[in-house]
């Protein structure tokens, strides 16, 4: 594990670079895109749970898959982008292994930075999460929920982790400190503020009981490792379930293979979570 604190002495380049992902992986948005192509495919041929709305706007809204039984789990996915980029229309594909098992999956988004805040983000995912359990039952999803992320996804998932709704998370390649991000570029479109920086950090927030598979790839950039090593080396230091899974070979893009597929490391421990 990298030092804890050695980011605060970095400048504001070396701390951007720390966290670009797409400048570590090149072929990061051709495999974005090779996602986006195929997730367009998969929503032609199931359209009817497509734009669910729980809010006013088109990006407050679902796609929800329902299982053949509505008492199947179900797999919720967050899209990545960190908070400012990608939508869920774009990633409908990471959940067809999810799928081919038999289980329902819903993927929600929420408005974008810098049109919306981290503490809107926020409210709007848990809003979705209330819209999910009031409505999910008449939609055809009913069962146990694993609340799943990427990236900024991960972060949501983790902290939505507490939400009635969610039986389990798995948070994958997470931003569980916010602190760091106030001093990149990223911060130009969310604006963070050291008020949002400790109400919307899991890192430092109360460490839920529900158990939590945090995951990354084994080859990712070593902030992205040291923020899920830490949150849960802290989430174990309190007794609450829930491995640390590093991903062999896999770097921030690669890693959603292994939740895409039905045979992946990754949905093999979402399912692992519903037996903790």
């Given at each position: 594990m990298t030092d804890s604190n050695a980011w605060r002495g970095w400048d504001r380049a070396t701390l951007s670079?720390?966290?670009?992902?797409?400048?570590?992986?090149?072929?990061g948005s051709e495999t974005?895109?090779?996602?986006?192509?195929?997730?367009?495919?998969?929503?032609?041929?199931?359209?009817?749970?497509?734009?669910?709305?729980?809010g006013s706007t088109p990006r407050q809204g679902w796609d929800l898959f329902p299982a053949a039984r509505a008492d199947a789990p179900c797999l919720v996915f967050i899209h990545g982008g960190y908070w400012q980029r990608n939508s869920r229309e774009r990633f409908t594909c990471i959940v067809e292994g999810a799928l081919a098992r038999g289980w329902s999956a819903a993927l929600p988004s929420h408005t974008l930075?810098?049109?919306?805040?981290?503490t809107v983000i926020a409210a709007e995912m848990r809003q979705a999460m209330d819209w999910l359990q009031a409505n999910g039952p008449a939609k055809g999803i009913a069962g146990p929920v694993v609340l799943s992320g990427w990236s900024a996804g991960g972060h949501l998932a983790a902290l939505l982790a507490d939400h009635p709704a969610v039986t389990a998370a798995l948070a994958i390649s997470g931003i569980h400190d916010l602190g760091p991000i106030q001093g990149t570029g990223l911060n130009d479109a969310l604006q963070l503020t050291a008020e949002e920086i400790a109400a919307f950090s899991p890192q430092f927030l109360p460490v839920s009981p529900k158990p939590?598979?945090?995951?990354?790839?084994?080859?990712?950039?070593?902030?992205?490792?040291?923020?899920?090593q830490e949150f849960h080396a802290r989430r174990a230091a309190a007794g609450a379930p829930g491995p640390l899974l590093a991903v062999e070979g896999a770097d921030?893009?690669?890693?959603?293979?292994?939740?895409?597929?039905?045979?992946?490391?990754?949905?093999?421990a979402a399912e692992s979570l519903l037996r903790a």
């Open positions: 670079a720390a966290y670009n992902n797409n400048a570590a992986v090149p072929t974005v895109e090779g996602w986006a192509a195929a997730s367009a495919t998969l929503r032609a041929a199931r359209p009817e749970g497509l734009d669910q709305l729980y930075a810098p049109d919306a805040s981290m939590i598979t945090v995951a990354y790839g084994a080859e990712e950039l070593p902030e992205l490792r040291r923020q899920s921030h893009f690669s890693v959603l293979d292994h939740l895409r597929r039905p045979d992946g490391a990754l949905l093999a």
